[in-house]
């Protein structure tokens, strides 16, 4: 046991100093379902549509890998196993990286309501008001890195048979505002991969929500023996066609020299990071 603990801590510690300096084929930011709380009383099964829910929006708009707390228990669980100790390092690797979350997200839902229709079409109209805030997890002090509120479109709720169906049908109503918040508050993360003349492919792309026009920040980062890092902006590119295999192509808008450099020096502990510039 002392020798897969010991083992254990000692990757743990590894990756979390790689992951502080970004790893070079991370697209996406892994977020943690965190709390989802009821002002009133709320039935268990209400709770995890919301959450899911919400975790299937924040999936989709590829801003994130979504990580539950279901799932972060039964791998921990299973890292403590003696055959979790005989896998290769770099299966190891994976997956403690994939416990590592940047942010965790927690719900406060301020209002859930159904209301009982009678005469005409019966069953249950349903009204939902979310507020959604995601934390931080770099942070000791739990720092919200941004908070909104999402309310259903009650102007134009349809009466369903029962109540799980209603509270689906005013989830579904805020899909596109609940996307909209992630694609235009958090950024992709990516790496030059190659370039040519006044072009570079990234390895990100339309799998993570990347569209035609988007443009990056290009950083050069660099990482210290203590896991601290630096970054210098270097410059700006510009996608000009995504990629079927998942990368995008871009135009060099500014700091093509610099860019070129960096990248013919990139190494394990250097490398260019490219960031999506929101709008």
């Known amino acids: 046991m002392k020798r897969i603990l010991g083992a254990f801590l000692y990757l743990v510690c590894g990756v979390f100093v790689a992951l502080q300096a970004q790893d070079l084929n991370k697209t996406s930011l892994v977020l943690r379902m965190g709390d989802f709380k009821s002002v009133e009383p709320l039935h268990e099964r209400f709770l995890d549509m919301i959450k899911a829910k919400v975790g299937e929006v924040a999936t989709a708009s590829g801003r994130f890998t979504v990580l539950d707390d279901e799932m972060a228990s039964a791998e921990s669980q299973y890292m403590m196993r003696e055959d979790f100790m005989d896998l290769p390092d770099e299966k190891r690797r994976e997956i403690l990286e994939g416990l590592l979350n940047d942010y965790t997200l927690h719900c406060n839902i301020t209002k859930c309501k159904f209301t009982k229709k009678t005469g005409g079409a019966n069953g249950y109209t349903c009204v939902v008001t979310l507020k959604l805030s995601v934390v931080n997890a770099a942070s000791d002090k739990a720092e919200v890195a941004d908070e909104r509120s999402f309310v259903s479109n009650f102007k134009n709720m349809i009466v369903k048979n029962t109540k799980d169906a ?83 192509t871009c135009g060099i808008s500014d700091g093509k020299d610099g860019i070129i450099e960096k990248f013919q020096n990139s190494s394990s502990t250097s490398w260019l990071q490219c960031k999506l510039i929101l709008k």
């Open 166 to 248: 209603a509270l689906d049908d005013a989830l579904q109503s805020m899909t596109e505002k609940m996307t909209n918040y992630f694609v235009n508050n958090f950024a992709v993360y990516g790496t030059i991969t190659k370039y040519d003349g006044n072009e570079v492919v990234i390895n990100c792309g339309q799998n993570q929500g990347i569209k035609k026009g988007d443009t990056f920040q290009v950083k050069y980062v660099t990482m210290a023996k203590d896991g601290t890092q630096t970054n210098v902006p270097v410059g700006i590119i510009k996608v000009k066609e995504m990629m079927p295999d998942g990368t995008s």
